[in-house]
C-alpha cells in the first residue's frame, strides 16, 4: 500500500514538472520577454487612428508566448471592447490559411499536380490562350490574369463573376511576370471544388479547421456571431451600410462569402494552433494535416521573378516590409487589406498574428503601412533582447 502511494506520488510530482518545463521551455532558452514597449506602440497606435483596435498573438510551435486585445470595435470607447476571441474579416490572409492549404492538403494526396494545366480540371478556362496556365502559375501570381476587376458595377451575380474570370483575356504572357491577383486565386478555388466536390468553406470546415479545434474559423459567419465580429468599414458606394460579420471584399460577397482570395473570419487564438501546427511540421495534437516538405517547399521562396512562395509570401529581400527589418529573409506569411497578417519566423521558430480592423471606418485609412514593420521590430527586441 505505501509502495502503491509512494509510485503515485512520484507520479504526480512527474507531471508538476512535465508542465512546469513545459510553460517555461520560452524562459529557460531565452531571457524573460519585457513586452512593454510592444503595448507602449500598441495604444499609441489606436491613439494616432492607426485603427480602433486589434488583437495581437504571439508564440513559437509548443505554445501562445503573449496574447492581448486592444482598443475597441470603433474609435468611440463606448463601443465593446476588443476581447482576444473577436472575429476578424482576414481579407487576403484567407488566401494562405484557406486556398493555399486547402491545395497543400491535395498536393499531398496526390490529387493536385502543381505543374499540371489549370484547363484539366476547367475545361471552360481553355481560351484566349490561358491553356498555358499551370497551377503553379496561380500560386505563384504569375498566370497573365489581371490583379482584380470591380465586377460589382457590371454584374449582379455569382455566375457572371466567375464566367468572366473564365473567359478572362492575358493581360501578359503567363510565367513571364509577377502580377498579384485575386483572379487568380479564385481560379484555384474553383479547381479545388472541382476535385473534392465540395465548396472550398465545407472542405476546409471538415479537413482543416474541426480536426485543429478552430472553432471560431468560417465563412459566413452566422448570425448569431455577428456582434462578436469586429465591424471593417461603413461601405458608402456599394453596400450603403456598416459592414460587421460579412466580408469586406466586394468581389468576395458576389461569391456569397466563399471566395478563393477573400472571406474567411478567424481570431487570434485559432490562427495560433493553425500557425503551431506550420511550425510543428504539419502535425498537431498527434495528427498530421501537411507533410513537412511540403510546407517548407511552399513557404519558400521560388524565384528572382518576386518575393512569392506559393500562394505564401515570403520576407521582402530589401527596402519595405510588413515583416520589419530583424526577422530573417528566411520567413514566410501574408497580410490582409482589412488589417490582418500572419508572420512565421522559421530561423527563430515563432509566429506573430496582428488582426487589426483599421478600414474602420473608411479603407483610406493606410497608416498601418508603416506600423506593420515597426511592431514586429520591437516585438522582436521583446523576444530576443537583440
Known sequence: MKFNKVIIFLFLIGII????????????????????????????????SVFPGAVLVIGNKDSIIYQ??????????????MQLNTIFDLAS??????????AMMLYDEGKLKLDDKVIKYLPEFNNHGKDKITIRNLLLHNSGLPAFKKYYDVYNTEEEVINDIMNSELIYEPGSKYVYSDLGMITLQKVIERITGMGLDKFLEKKLFKPLGMNRTMYNPPDSLKNQCAPTEIDTFYRMRPLQGEVHDERAYMLHGVAGHAGLF????????????????GRLNGRAFIKISTIEQWTTNQSKQS??????????????????????????????????????????????????NRVYPTRKNRKIIKFRPVIHDAIYKALFNE
Open 17 to 48: 514538472l512535465i508542465g512546469y518545463s513545459q510553460k517555461t521551455v520560452w524562459e529557460h532558452k531565452h531571457h524573460k520577454p519585457d513586452f512593454t514597449n510592444v503595448e507602449k506602440l500598441m495604444n499609441k497606435a489606436i491613439r494616432d
Open 68 to 81: 492581448k486585445a486592444f482598443g475597441h470595435y470603433t474609435y468611440d470607447t463606448s463601443s465593446p471592447a
Open 93 to 102: 490572409v484567407s488566401k494562405v490559411v484557406g486556398t493555399t492549404t486547402a
Open 266 to 281: 478567424s481570431t487570434g487564438p485559432d490562427l495560433a494552433k493553425f500557425l503551431r501546427m506550420m511550425l510543428n511540421g
Open 307 to 356: 518575393t512569392r512562395g506559393l500562394g505564401w509570401d515570403t520576407k521582402s529581400r530589401e527596402g519595405y516590409s510588413s515583416f520589419g527589418s530583424l526577422f530573417s529573409e528566411n520567413s514566410y506569411g501574408h497580410t490582409g487589406y482589412t488589417g490582418t497578417s500572419v508572420w512565421v519566423n522559421k530561423d527563430k521558430q515563432i509566429f506573430v498574428i496582428l488582426l487589426t
